[in-house]
């Protein structure tokens, strides 16, 4: 232990910059795995659907209307930013959000989340990972 301490005394540069990668790799794992249990994959989504979660589509009307899936409710992403309780729904509630690519879903998500609704996730790479598994979409 004596070494030890001789040593970091010796290289306070060495002991500081491992010290920093070992707190950005910390950093780093935690935040990767929050966001582990806020994206789900199509086939996750498919089972909370049947469990009675609320889907709810972040993309524009348009987009919208040109493929949705079943029973997915249309409300925006800055709707969301502007109005939390923009879904009227309970709290208690599992949400599913989904967009096109993940992205807008995975911050919706966040915005509902930080605004109480503790059971929300997003769509893992969004739709375009539910048509690669081949799942449908209604227009």
């Given amino acids: 232990m004596g070494q030890l301490a001789e040593f970091a005394g010796n ?5 500081l910059g491992v ?8 950093f780093y794992e ?3 795995n929050s966001q582990r249990f806020m994206q789900v994959s199509a086939a996750d989504a498919v089972r909370l659907i049947n469990k009675g979660a609320i889907i ?6 348009e987009e919208y209307k040109a493929g949705h899936i079943v029973n997915a409710r249309n ?7 502007a109005d939390h309780d923009v879904v009227k729904k309970p709290k208690t509630k599992v949400l599913l959000t989904v967009c096109d ?5 995975n911050r919706a998500a966040s915005v509902l989340r930080r605004a109480g609704y503790e059971h929300t996730v997003s769509l893992k ?5 539910w048509r690669a598994d ?3 979409l209604v227009k």
Avoid: M, T
């Fill in 11 to 15: 290289h306070p540069y060495l002991v």
């Fill in 19 to 26: 010290l920093v990668s070992l707190a950005g790799v910390i």
């Fill in 30 to 32: 935690l935040r990767l």
């Fill in 56 to 61: 709810i589509d972040v993309r524009k009307p």
């Fill in 75 to 81: 409300i925006e992403l800055n709707a969301i930013e």
């Fill in 101 to 105: 690519n993940g992205f807008s879903s």
């Fill in 125 to 129: 790479a969004g739709l375009s990972a």
């Fill in 134 to 136: 081949n799942l449908p």
